[in-house]
């Protein structure tokens, strides 16, 4: 105890408040866009928040200022970008509460994700769960303007990803844990993709087909992508639209899953791709007098089938015979089995 | 017999013994005394402090007996052998009576409120049980309050104590030890504890210790702790004061020993471990649900008070990314333009309230109420306004404050609020490593630590599974059945 004492006060005295650096001397980012420029240089777009703003919005002087500024930088590095930010803002980057990395489709054809991620994914203050977006259009000017509901563009962006469970043209999330794990694979991947919607708005739809070497192959549409959802069975809660005697009904589902099994006959492989779902019509344009006969029911649950059917045919088919991708990780089912 | 008798005649003997004990006594003016002839040529002189003595048992009880002594009895009183069985038989039969030998005796039971009858002729000298000490009654519990159970507290006198504690635990096997302390001002204290329940070589090693202490005067059992405490230099007591009755005799059925001193209204329970300093009577009493989750309450309050200032200030200069981002935004732009960083801000916001609280507990109760205006309102929300703490520490050291009064024991409160300073600058300096390293120093001096020779944090380390049920739950009495 009295050698401890001494020692203890050694240790504080000696070290100070070294490496501590006030939360409010900080610049939080809250997300970041990837932007082609000119040679083989990006720009780097960084969203930062005003915590002030943030906090007195309500007051007049604030009223509808959005509570963060955006910062664009030209490098042809990462690193140099975010480093050259501390020269023309008073607060240093902080990135631990990032919430997206939108990257425009134009970096995405080079091939250059490992590269163009790696301090994202490699620094100590980056957080896995940060989410990925591809953007055919300008990331600057997506990232700009206050979305209604969220004070940062870039949480809109990040809350409007997490509906993916209800939406079905919308691709499940990509996180930058994800994309740590998919690199090194040689299979390839879907991330979703976000576009501008209307003037100041945003809509994620479709997605960003990569190959096994990270590079951009082609872009899903919003109907390819329904498929791509129910493949992987991440369609809990969605909702489909079915066409029987010229009228529409919806089908909502509560539970949708998807089995993939493979089978290797005659040097032939095969995969089976087996859909469970469960659920109820969520709104009916048809016949109610009708709706209240057995047969007819099963004559829905077929068009159901039939509907769920040709969407998972029509990727399927898609990327075997446009893409040559495997984005729905047969490969692993493979390997799995094998081993 | 230590003065010559026969050289001086009757009053001057008398006279001469009445010199001694003024000596003795300084020439003190509040000693009285009281000459009366008995029969014919029997002279007998009262001596008794003011105040401290029932005046009306003296008339009553002594003076009158004695006048009224008959000469028959007189004889006989004068041929017996056994004066003092013949005055407590036949003269004085409803007094206490003690013979004395030397004068310095005699003092000593006239500062205990008893008074000195002296009779000529006689060879003998008495003491007479006629104390009456000015008490408070007995009332409810000041600093251990609660909502269900006993509602008395120990009071100044330590008879009453005694009889408190019979009142609470009839039991045979009760033994209540007496002994004296101090080496001038002698005090009575008492060792209270159940035979056979009891650990015998702990018991030998309190009474050893108690026997140790040489201070003139003990004024508190606050000051008996602190001198036989195994280790002086740390900051959780080793023993536990407590005020209710009820409380000393549960930690009695658990083998534990209560010390008691005249004059102090705080009984003193040891050996003690870390969990009994969370445990609170009340526990027992509701329901063993309600028991459980409010000691759960009470652990995670006392987590609160050591911890809640040392990992805000860990979080808001050093892992900002720990904070979630909604709430990290809000402090941010809550402390934008506070002068200080978070480690002043806490001092100042910290030592503030301590000295609120000691300023409340010294204020006289009709300004009392000065301290919530004063605390609220110029402290709380001026402090805010003028930018030198942010909101979010008022809320801080309110919630740490409240966290620390749930803990049944004050002792233990105060050491973790002593603690939450230490563990302060160490979050400042290393951020949650210094946290975690303060953690580990407390936590290894814990458990090396003893109290009587038992150590602190039974029965969690080393592991007791019998006692296991009483620790972080109360479970119900029927699984758990108490001594």
Known sequence: MKKAIPLFLILILLSGCWDSKEIEEIGFVMGVGLDPAEGDAFETTFQIAIPSQLVQQSSPANKGKPPFINVSSVGKSNFKNIRQIGARRSRTLNFEHLQVIVIHTELLELGILEHILDVYLRDHEMRRRTLILASEDPVKELLKNQLPLESFKAKSIEKIQENYQRVLSMPKLTSIGDISRYIPKETGYIIPLISKFESDEVIIEGGAIINGSDKLVGLLNPLETEGY???IGETNQSVTEVKADDE?????????????????????????????????IGESWLNQKKLSENKFLFKLQTLIEQKIEKEINGIVKVMQEEYYTDVFGFGDIIKSENS | MKFPKKELNIPENLKYFKNEIVNLLSNSDDIKYKEISVGNNLYSLIIYIDGITDINKIELEITLPLQKMQNDELKELKATTSPESFISNHVLPDMQISTFITAKEAVQGLLNGKSVLLLNEIDTFFLLGSQKFENRSIEQPESEVSIRGPRDAFIEEIVSNTSLIRKHLPNQNLVIENGQIGSVAKKKFSLVYLKGVVDKNTLEEISFRINCITTDNIQDTGEIEQLIEDN???????????????????????????????????ALIMPVSLNDHFKSPEDYYNRWHVGSLIRNLRYSSAFVALFLPSIYIAMVSFHQGMIPTTLALSIAGAREGVAFPSFLEAIIMEITFEILREAGVRLPRPVGQTIGIVGGLVIGDAVVRAQIVSPIMIIVVALTALASFTLPSVSISVSFRMLRFLLMIAAATLGLYGIILGFIMISTHLVGLRSFGHYYTTPVAPILKKELGDVIFRLPLTIVKKK
């Not at chain 2, 004061?241 to 010390?259: C, H, N």
Request: no cysteine; glycine share 4%; aromatic share 12%.
């Open chain 2, 232 to 266: 002086v230099l740390s900051p959780f007591p080793q023993m536990i004061s407590t005020e209710r009755p009820d409380k000393t005799v549960a930690f009695l059925q658990e083998g534990k020993v209560a010390l008691l001193l005249q004059g102090s209204p705080f």
């Open chain 1, 229 to 231: 959802n129910r493949v």
């Open chain 1, 248 to 280: 529409v009904f919806v089908y909502e589902s509560y539970l949708m899953n998807s089995y993939i099994s493979f089978e290797h006959t005659n040097d032939e492989n095969t995969f089976h791709i087996t859909i469970k779902t469960e659920g109820a």
